[in-house]
């Protein structure tokens, strides 16, 4: 195979299913070879078929059957079910790359599930289940990869290192009913935005993408809107989505890090977060009924903000 990622090692996590699938699928389309790793749990993260932490597996379950289908197309894959929220397994994800193809060219954090709760509703396992695979599965990998790409800029093999993390809408705008996934996926792009100030100096770019797509965990939640139509284009297929993402995953993308895109369909949008809006400076301490009516009145100049999903 031959395309804008020939000669490229591209790690996926996540990619036995859905999103993480099409991403696996089109990077190797496009000359890579993958690392596909999948865990193999159920959509709420219960195990179903995993492996233990850090376990390398070979051709079975989801990433197994991913890997066959990218050889099948002529391409280089390899399988890995270690649990990538854990040390030992975020590790062995990236030793995997290194150990089978010699080098590591991009990660694309992509693992995730849901359990969602109104937050009168959600408890704390359901938070912090939520909130290691999501943020913890992403910093996670990001730290290891960092680390060897630090080593080998140091060493003067500065590499052109790529980061793709997944956001969500969610996570720019909130969720009823999501609070745990909603604030895990704001993390995410607070990660980014720092990772990808650290790591320049090492030939890394960091982007996220917020993508809107039919997975495992949106066709069940939001069923009509994510439902595949009967003909014509299926905007909510998740293949959509994937060739941002291996635009951002290769080096075609120089000079682009450090945004977050949201991408659906055919659209693509570069999404631009917090910035000051009206502002005014008293030179002094405010009382609190000065400062309530100021910001009254501040509130009147500024814009709407989006839209909370489900509210």
Known sequence: MSGICEGRVVVVTGAGRGLGRAHALAFAAEGARVVVNDLGVGLDGTRGGGSPAGQVVGESGPAGQVVEEIRAAGGEAVAHGGDIATTEGAASLIAA???TYGRLDTLVNNAGFLRDRMLVNLDEDDWDAVMR?????????????????????????TPVARVVNTSSGAGLLGSVGQGNY??????????TLVAAAELARYGVQVNAIAPAARTRMT???????????????DA???ENVSPLVVWLGSAASTGVTGRVFEAEGGRITVMEGWRPGP?????ARWTPTEAGETTRKLLAEAGVPGAVYGA
């Open 219 to 233: 066709e069940r939640t939001f069923a009509e809107t994510m439902a595949a139509p009967a003909g014509g284009f």
């Open 279 to 283: 502002s005014t400076d008293k030179g």
């Open 133 to 157: 695979v999501h943020l913890k599965g992403h910093f996670l990998p990001l730290g290891h990869a960092a680390a060897h790409w630090r080593a080998q800029a140091k060493a003067g093999r």
């Open 236 to 238: 909510m297929a998740p």
């Open 97 to 99: 790359a290194l150990e």
């Open 182 to 191: 909603s604030a895990a996926k704001a993390g995410i792009v607070g990660l």
